[in-house]
């Protein structure tokens, strides 16, 4: 079983709507609310699946990982869906580092 997702990314390269869906008293900081509507603006009216803005894209990590959203902390790690996009994606059980 995984310990960590580093350099997998998985959950993060392939999201429709980015989760960036806060409870009151859980909003990220004000800069990156304002990263979030500009996002949201510009992607409106589409529904693809597309990578999140908050991927670092060399090193496959959240820029923001202390103000992820909801549905990210409470992604698991080597669950029945992860487990499914990493089989899907054809990656190793075991996250590459």
Known sequence: MPTDCN???LCCRYVNVPP???RDGDAPPE???REIETFEQSRRLAN???TCIWLDP???RCRHYEDR??????F????ATCRDMRRIAKMDET???
Do not use: K, M, S
Not at 76 to 79: F, H, N, R, S, V
């Open 58 to 60: 060399d090193t496959l």
């Open 7 to 9: 350099h997998c990314a």
């Open 20 to 22: 960036f869906t806060y």
């Open 95 to 97: 996250p590459r580092h």
């Open 31 to 33: 800069p990156l609310r």
């Open 69 to 74: 959203p909801r549905a990210c902390r409470n």
């Open 76 to 79: 698991e790690l080597d669950g």
């Open 48 to 50: 693809v699946f597309d």
